[in-house]
């Protein structure tokens, strides 16, 4: 069974331009998880998808991010227009429940190294 | 808001010694779950603690859950080369989603 997977695994960008990320999870999960890591800091929740809709967006730093699953599959994270501060290792992770039940571990993809020049 | 911390942010270890990082939460946690990432890695799930006092060991590794429900522990006994890499604990809590630390990145000497 395929893990969860994103692409691309590094994105070099300058400043002001645009960038698209992508995950496909786990095949089934509808739970899918967008998280953040900033050199040397913790894991950042962004957001939470139960299949197209967004439970829980509380995370997204600004109106830069756009996040989409379209028909309850694959996720794009879009950074429009992307600032220095937008460089780090950005995870997805899905899972079959949500964590709010407590009985589920997360499967997390490789990331995708975003650096903002 | 719902803050998890870990200590210490760096563990130097000399092969064969024993170490602990822990893990403290400012509310009460549903459940608290370890990851483990290797460096150039991402995270993968070790274990999740749901029980008030919990223990669980796995191999040279000891996960302790608080009785309070807010702090946990990792004991790594016997350290060895493999065992590099940054241990991060997730809170999950009522709020649905799990509250990463900054994560112990741990280095071995041999």
């Known amino acids: 069974e395929a893990g969860v997977t994103q692409f691309p695994s590094h994105s070099v960008i300058e400043k002001g331009q645009t960038v698209t990320l992508r995950c496909d999870p786990i095949s089934g999960h509808d739970n899918l998880y967008w998280y953040r890591r900033v050199m040397g800091k913790e894991i950042k929740f962004l957001l939470h998808?139960?299949?197209?809709?967004?439970?829980?967006e509380s995370g997204m730093p600004n109106n830069r991010f756009l996040a989409e699953r379209t028909g309850g599959t694959y996720s794009t994270l879009k950074v429009q227009p992307a600032e220095l501060e937008d460089s780090g290792v950005y995870f997805c992770?899905?899972?079959?429940?949500?964590?709010?039940?407590?009985?589920?571990?997360?499967?997390f993809g490789q990331g995708t190294r975003l650096t903002v020049v | 808001g719902q803050q998890v911390m870990q200590i210490p942010q760096y563990q130097h270890v000399q092969e064969g010694e024993d170490f602990t990082t822990y893990c403290n939460s400012s509310t009460t946690l549903s459940n608290i779950q370890w990851y483990k990432q290797r460096p150039g890695g991402h995270p993968v799930f070790l274990i999740q603690l749901v029980k008030s006092g919990e223990v669980k060991k796995q191999k040279r590794l000891t996960f302790q859950f608080g009785e309070a429900k807010k702090n946990s522990s990792l004991h790594i006994t016997a350290t060895q080369t493999t065992d590099v890499g940054t241990y991060f604990c997730?809170?999950?809590?009522?709020?649905?989603?799990?509250?990463f630390g900054a994560g112990t990145q741990v280095v071995v000497t041999p």
């Open positions: 998808f139960v299949k197209e809709s967004k439970q829980d």
């Open positions: 992770a899905s899972s079959p429940l949500p964590w709010s039940q407590g009985t589920t571990e997360a499967f």
């Open positions: 997730a809170g999950g809590g009522s709020w649905g989603k799990l509250q």
